[in-house]
Each structure stands twice: as C-alpha cells, then as structure tokens.
C-alpha cells in the first residue's frame, strides 16, 4: 500500500494550490479517502473526506473554499484549494481505509502548504 501526495507549496493567501494523492495497490479497491492537516502545535483535522459513492464532507473551516475529488481510473484523489487563508499552512496528508472501519489505516507521507501575507 503506497500512497503518494504532490502538489504542495507556497502560496499567497488568497491563492490557490491543488494537492494530489496517488494510491498504489490498496485493498479494498475503492477505499474511503481523505485529507487530513496538522500545523505545528496542533492536532491532527481531518480537512475533506469522500466515500466510495462520491459523497464528501468537509470541515467547517474550509468549506466553500476546497473541494475533494478522485479519479478512480487514474487512481488519485485531489484536494482543489482556492482563497487560502493565513490558518491554513500545515502538512497535508492523504489518507485511505476500508469504509466499514472508522480510523484511516493508510497514509502518505504529507505535502507541506505555506501561504503568506
């Protein structure tokens, strides 16, 4: 199981980036999927999530701004961020876990965001 984020960078608040996540070889096929972030000194938020279905939910604090979607042919999930704010630096994570288990089981290995002033 391998899962491979891109995408990430420095921004000017107000900007916008994409993220993406390759997945390689994950059982089950079509996993729940997500984008979590941390900042320094903070928790881990879980920021966007989709389920096998398509259907997404979001933080409160991004939504409107990031939309999360996948390409299961190319087998890569996105996170679309538009009018980043000062809040949202952190390192983001792609996630994936079986849908009928509550906690992700696998991770990347994060794709840092900045965005300055």
């Known amino acids: 199981v391998q899962l491979v984020e891109s995408g990430g960078g420095s921004v000017q608040a107000g900007g916008s980036l994409r993220l993406s996540c390759t997945v390689n070889?994950?059982?089950?096929?079509?996993?729940?999927m997500g984008w979590l972030r941390q900042a320094p000194g903070k928790e881990l938020e879980g920021v966007a999530h989709i389920d096998r279905n398509g259907n997404t939910r979001y933080a409160d604090s991004v939504k409107g701004r990031f939309t999360i979607s996948k390409d299961n042919a190319k087998n890569t999930l996105y996170l679309q961020m538009k009018s980043l704010k000062p809040e949202d630096p952190a390192m983001y994570y792609c996630?994936?876990?079986?849908?009928?288990?509550?906690?992700?089981?696998?991770w990347g290995q994060g794709t840092l965001v900045t965005v300055s002033t």
């Open positions: 070889i994950i059982t089950p096929a079509n996993p729940c």
């Open positions: 996630a994936a876990r079986p849908c009928w288990v509550e906690q992700y089981a696998y």
